[in-house]
């Protein structure tokens, strides 16, 4: 008779370098939250980006329509042709040059073509700069391909805008690529032109994320790392302008020699998309504008109501963020490191926010608090801020 031998923890041993890959804290703050409300509480959600109105309805009818026909199969690993070339035509629209739908790659979410592209490019020991504060996940992809990322720090009294000579200083021998987000998570931010180009002059790989292009205000205008750099790697999908988070749908454009590259990964780790959903993907690129422009529509009075929320009750916002659906709030007013702040903000005012030391170093003392939730939510959340942070205030 076999034997089957009890679980003991000692015999769960895990490689060494995991313990290298950092919490992503504002989804630990939301599990937190859902566990409260499990047990009764009424929690108010900032701290997770995602948006509340719905997805282009032409997405869903075209989601609904592929499943009725049985479009759940495998696709081409790279992404449906139909799709790859309305990519390519809606990137270069935006653009204004000419996208070969043979350098787009689609993918199960964004994050997923972030880790075939650090997959691709990075060796161990290979470093990997990246302006901060950032989106933290980036870290952890440079992380498990063994290589080492170095933070830049960017000032917040310059609306966060990246130093291309910090940029410079950072770069040394193993350096692969300089990665950034514009409109950046958490910070908004959206790099002016000059930076792009700059940074596009420095000599290693480019990787620009651009998934919050089209949730701009104010004017501000995203300038594509593709129309500076034909070599630039660009990470962009359908969760933040579109709404459509949970389609897990994204997609890079990438080199025409790294094509090949990534399409052997995407073979072996993630063999293709949803075909249902890439179908969903088309109808959004082809008849979702009136989506992102009512997106818009709503977020910027949310973002003014909230930035001057903030403002009085005792948080630092030198610059009013010209993009995405983030303010990331200088807090140390209140005398808590961020991560011990946001916690506290949680049990005590029901409302959840994501600590800038989630972001790296550079994002300590501050919070990030989203705005993609309605207005009467961002009213409720400062209310029940007020009280608690009066309480806690260091003038």
Same mark, same amino acid.
């Given at each position: 008779?076999?034997?089957?031998?009890?679980?003991?923890?000692?015999?769960?041993?895990?490689?060494?370098?995991?313990?290298?890959? &950092?919490?992503?804290?504002?989804?630990?703050?939301?599990?937190?939250?859902?566990?409260?409300?499990?047990?009764?509480?009424?929690?108010?959600?900032?701290?997770?980006?995602?948006?509340?109105?719905?997805?282009?309805?032409?997405?869903?009818? %075209?989601?609904?329509?592929?499943?009725?026909?049985?479009?759940?199969?495998? @696709?081409?690993?790279?992404?449906?042709?139909?799709?790859?070339?309305?990519?390519?035509?809606? &990137?270069?629209?935006?653009?204004?040059?000419?996208?070969?739908?043979?350098?787009?790659?689609? @993918?199960?979410?964004?994050?997923?073509?972030?880790?075939?592209?650090?997959?691709?490019?990075?060796?161990?020991?290979?470093?990997?700069?990246?302006?901060?504060?950032?989106?933290?996940?980036?870290?952890?992809?440079?992380?498990?391909?063994?290589?080492?990322?170095?933070?830049?720090?960017?000032?917040?009294?310059?609306?966060?805008?990246?130093?291309?000579?910090?940029?410079?200083?950072?770069?040394?021998?193993?350096?692969?690529?300089?990665?950034?987000?514009?409109?950046?998570?958490?910070?908004?931010?959206?790099?002016?032109?000059?930076?792009?180009?700059?940074?596009?002059?420095? /000599?290693?790989?480019?990787?620009?994320?651009?998934?919050?292009?089209?949730?701009?205000?104010?004017?501000?205008?995203?300038?594509?790392?593709?129309?500076?750099?034909?070599?630039?790697?660009?990470?962009?999908?359908?969760? &933040?302008?579109?709404?459509?988070?949970?389609?897990?749908?994204?997609?890079?454009?990438?080199?025409? %020699?790294?094509?090949?590259?990534?399409?052997?990964?995407?073979?072996?780790?993630?063999?293709?998309?949803?075909?249902?959903?890439?179908?969903?993907?088309?109808?959004?690129?082809?008849?979702?504008?009136?989506?992102?422009?009512?997106?818009? !529509?709503?977020?910027?009075?949310?973002?003014?109501?909230?930035?001057?929320?903030?403002?009085?009750? !005792?948080?630092?916002?030198?610059?009013?963020?010209?993009?995405?659906?983030?303010?990331?709030?200088?807090?140390?007013?209140?005398?808590?490191?961020?991560?011990?702040?946001?916690?506290?903000?949680?049990?005590?005012?029901?409302? !959840?926010?994501?600590?800038?030391?989630?972001?790296?170093?550079? /994002?300590?003392?501050?919070?990030?608090?989203?705005?993609?939730?309605?207005?009467?939510?961002?009213?409720?959340?400062?209310?029940?801020?007020?009280?608690?942070?009066?309480?806690?205030?260091?003038?």
């Amino acid at each position: 008779m076999t034997r089957v031998t009890g679980y003991s923890p000692e015999r769960v041993q895990l490689p060494p370098h995991n313990g290298r890959m &950092k919490p992503f804290l504002a989804m630990e703050i939301m599990e937190r939250a859902m566990a409260m409300e499990r047990d009764g509480a009424d929690v108010v959600h900032l701290e997770v980006g995602e948006p509340d109105f719905a997805p282009p309805p032409a997405a869903i009818e %075209a989601a609904r329509d592929a499943l009725a026909r049985n479009a759940t199969r495998y @696709t081409d690993s790279r992404g449906l042709p139909a799709l790859r070339a309305a990519v390519a035509e809606e &990137k270069g629209r935006r653009i204004g040059r000419e996208i070969d739908p043979e350098r787009v790659i689609v @993918t199960s979410g964004t994050s997923p073509a972030m880790l075939l592209a650090f997959g691709a490019l990075l060796s161990p020991g290979d470093e990997v700069v990246v302006p901060a504060p950032h989106y933290p996940c980036y870290p952890n992809f440079v992380r498990f391909c063994g290589a080492e990322p170095v933070p830049v720090a960017c000032d917040p009294e310059q609306g966060w805008a990246i130093d291309p000579d910090a940029v410079r200083a950072a770069i040394g021998p193993r350096t692969r690529a300089i990665v950034y987000g514009s409109p950046a998570n958490p910070t908004g931010a959206v790099q002016p032109r000059e930076v792009v180009e700059a940074l596009a002059q420095l /000599g290693p790989t480019l990787l620009s994320d651009e998934i919050y292009d089209g949730l701009l205000y104010d004017g501000a205008q995203v300038t594509s790392a593709l129309s500076v750099d034909d070599e630039a790697w660009v990470f962009d999908g359908f969760s &933040k302008r579109y709404a459509m988070t949970g389609f897990r749908l994204g997609h890079a454009i990438v080199p025409a %020699a790294a094509m090949r590259t990534l399409q052997t990964l995407q073979q072996s780790f993630f063999i293709s998309a949803s075909e249902f959903v890439q179908v969903a993907g088309i109808a959004a690129l082809r008849e979702g504008d009136a989506t992102v422009s009512a997106a818009r !529509g709503l977020l910027l009075p949310r973002r003014d109501r909230l930035v001057g929320g903030l403002r009085r009750l !005792g948080f630092r916002i030198p610059v009013s963020p010209p993009g995405a659906f983030y303010v990331f709030a200088d807090a140390r007013a209140f005398g808590m490191d961020s991560l011990a702040l946001a916690n506290h903000l949680l049990e005590h005012a029901h409302v !959840g926010v994501t600590p800038g030391v989630d972001f790296g170093s550079a /994002g300590e003392g501050f919070l990030r608090i989203g705005y993609a939730a309605p207005m009467a939510a961002i009213d409720e959340a400062l209310e029940r801020l007020a009280p608690v942070l009066a309480a806690l205030r260091r003038d």
